[in-house]
């Protein structure tokens, strides 16, 4: 699996977006970028993934860059609940069968 | 609401017992997953499991077993717990669509 670089910390003021940005220079053609995000003291969620076009649900939004070295998730309108450890993970798609391996992450503060 | 859940929150065993974490999920996913949290090491996999009575190491597991009789349960198993295995233990579980659900995690600490 490629691997990412993140920032290890980020502040965010609420009700703004809250943008974070993960690098994979070394992504494969058939690697996807997977986000999830692990509160204090909770199991991680899973939150999106893409392969190389953005991707939006009811969390977040995925945007990868054309030349899918890095992508940026992006949190619409961060809350206090958003305070979180953000995972950037690169893999083949495992049809989930594959365990995953997280790194250290972005820990994103909210602040009121 | 879909839902993995772990037998304990918070679990204290002494060095050489054997201790049971027990997961349940009840979305009739196939694949099943143990992983332990440690502070600067990130998540990594010990087991996992992608099918009834179907077993697979994953990166650490050593001094670890499991055991998967029904499709909805998941068990991790220390044979004879060390103080070394004191760690936050999470369990996952995911079917074809590639995203994992994680219960809420059982603190082990062995004394």
């Known amino acids: 699996d490629a691997k990412t670089t993140q920032p290890t910390s980020m502040d965010c003021a609420e009700g703004r977006a809250a943008n974070l940005p993960c690098n994979h220079s070394t992504i494969s053609g058939n690697e996807y970028v997977y986000w999830y995000r692990q509160i204090h003291s909770q199991g991680p969620q899973y939150i999106i993934h893409?392969?190389?076009?953005?991707e939006t649900n009811e969390m977040a939004s995925l945007i990868i860059t054309e030349d899918r070295k890095s992508s940026t998730l992006i949190l619409p309108h961060a809350t206090l609940r958003d305070t979180a450890v953000y995972y950037c993970i690169v893999r083949v798609w495992g049809g989930g069968a594959d365990g995953l391996t997280f790194g250290k992450g972005t820990h994103l503060i909210i602040q009121p | 609401d879909v839902k993995v859940t772990q037998s304990s929150r918070y679990l204290v065993k002494r060095t050489g017992e054997k201790v049971f974490l027990e997961c349940v999920q009840d979305m009739d996913h196939e694949n099943m997953f143990w992983y332990r949290q440690d502070p600067g090491l990130g998540l990594r996999l010990i087991y996992f499991s992608y099918d009834v009575k179907m077993k697979e190491k994953g990166d650490i597991p050593e001094g670890y077993s499991v055991s998967r009789e029904k499709k909805e349960r998941f068990s991790l198993i220390l044979e004879s717990a060390s103080t070394n295995q004191t760690s936050m233990y999470l369990c996952a579980s995911s079917g074809t669509r590639d995203e994992q659900f994680f219960g809420p995690g059982t603190r082990l600490t062995v004394l």
């Open positions: 893409g392969l190389k076009n953005n």
